[in-house]
């Protein structure tokens, strides 16, 4: 697989409008729309082939990187554009057989509306391509396959072996493999991309001039799975964690008196628990102080069911090597909390001096705000509720630089730090 090559800002396409239509057009669908109309559908099934077609205006790459990439950047607006418009042709398609089905709904009719403009704007071709769905493994889930934790208790004897990934603060990444990353990436990156699941989070600069982040932005694509459910969209932004899907609903999928699908919230607008039983994962969005969090349970072989192409994954392979932060050092800031203050904030909250500790020190010390500190111990409370071991609850701090990159994991690092961030919205 070739890396993908950056887009500069002055040729890059405005993806984010796109998005943006799209969400409206979520927005824009009521509950009381007939069931028969499937709109949504059409709209998930849009936002999630065009995730990946987002354009990098980073900057991360200088000097002869930079001078290659921009030498390549017309084929790499050319390949994204055909894809777009690939991606346009197949969403035309999906509303022309709801047709008769959404006469009469608005959200309906702004959606072709807004597939037409869109089509003229980037002279789309009428005739060509469509995004073809990524093919579903098949016979990876047998028995009941809507209940991943009891067909593979009945074909195997026992429970799943689960792996955990938490992001927080500024943001930092327990990844499956227990590595301990802090990453000062800005945009959007694939958290998690396998067969089942596409998880995709925003980070934005907290400071000028310093490398202070925070998550801002979720998206989380469940895939369309056999007759379990069917593709279902979730987003939660800062001071929206919403305990429903995009389309208001908040279960997805009944077979046999079960849900597929299921949210839940303990404080609606800053927390949402989201169990997928189809696939034995379980995830929780927060919000804490001025970020957002995720934490991620979910089996061994639903986190390796993903092919070359799907080598984006902070949650598997950490952040780029070039975006680490070192946490044991005190972040470049003039912050107005002492580092002693910090120490002490957060040994009063933690239990033990481990990579938690390490994250919430670092992130009073760089955001100088007292309540930069929730996010690490609620990371903490759910890596404690997800982790059965105890024992791997608490990994020890981070080394005093970064570790360096071993060869079966070189690769992904690169297309990482070659790829840059996509575009936010």
Not at 206 to 233: E, P, S, V, Y
Not at 351 to 369: K, S
Request: hydrophobic fraction near 40%; include cysteine; proline fraction near 7%.
């Amino acid at each position: 697989m070739e890396p993908r090559a950056a887009v500069t800002p002055n040729t890059a396409l405005p993806w984010k409008h796109c998005i943006h239509l799209t969400l409206l057009l979520v927005q824009l669908s009521i509950p009381e729309v007939g069931a028969s109309c499937r709109i949504l559908r059409c709209n998930s099934d849009f936002v999630a082939a065009t995730l990946d077609l987002g354009s990098s205006s980073s900057g991360a790459a200088g000097g002869a990187a930079g001078g290659a990439a921009a030498g390549v950047s017309a084929l790499s607006r050319e390949a994204v554009n055909a894809g777009y418009c690939s991606a346009l042709r197949s969403y035309a398609l999906c509303t022309r057989r709801m047709a008769r089905a959404c006469r009469g709904d608005l959200a309906y009719h702004s959606a072709v509306q807004g597939i037409e403009d869109l089509l003229i704007q980037h002279r789309c071709p009428r005739a060509g391509p469509t995004a073809q769905p990524r093919l579903q493994p098949q016979g990876t889930l047998s028995g009941d396959s809507c209940l991943y934790e009891k067909g593979f208790f009945t074909r195997e004897g026992r429970t799943p072996e689960y792996l955990h990934c938490g992001v927080f603060g500024d943001p930092h990444v327990r990844t499956f493999n227990n590595d301990f990353h802090t990453c000062a990436v800005q945009g959007a990156w694939p958290l998690v991309d396998n067969e089942y699941l596409y998880i995709q989070a925003t980070s934005s600069s907290m400071r000028a001039g310093t490398h202070t982040t925070a998550l801002t932005k979720i998206t989380i694509i469940f895939k369309n799975w056999r007759q379990c459910i069917d593709q279902q969209l979730y987003q939660a932004e800062l001071d929206n964690v919403p305990a429903a899907f995009a389309d208001g609903s908040v279960w997805s999928g009944e077979r046999r008196g079960h849900h597929s699908l299921l949210v839940t919230s303990q404080s609606p607008g800053r927390h949402a628990e989201i169990r997928a039983a189809h696939i034995g994962t379980l995830l929780v969005v927060r919000q804490s102080g001025r970020s957002l969090s995720l934490s991620l349970r979910s089996p061994r072989r639903i986190v390796a069911a993903f092919g070359p192409e799907q080598d984006l994954q902070l949650c598997v392979w950490g952040c780029p090597a070039s975006q680490r932060l070192n946490t044991r050092l005190p972040p470049p800031t003039s912050s107005p909390l002492p580092a002693a203050a910090a120490h002490a904030h957060c040994a009063a909250l933690l239990p033990a001096q481990d990579v938690y500790y390490q994250a919430c020190v670092f992130d009073l010390i760089a955001t100088g705000d007292l309540n930069a500190s929730s996010s690490a111990v609620a990371a903490l409370q759910d890596a404690q509720s997800m982790i059965s071991d105890t024992h791997r609850v608490h990994l020890p701090p981070a080394a005093s630089a970064p570790p360096a990159a071993t060869p079966h994991t070189l690769l992904p690092l690169l297309l990482l730090s070659m790829l840059g961030t996509l575009t936010g919205t």
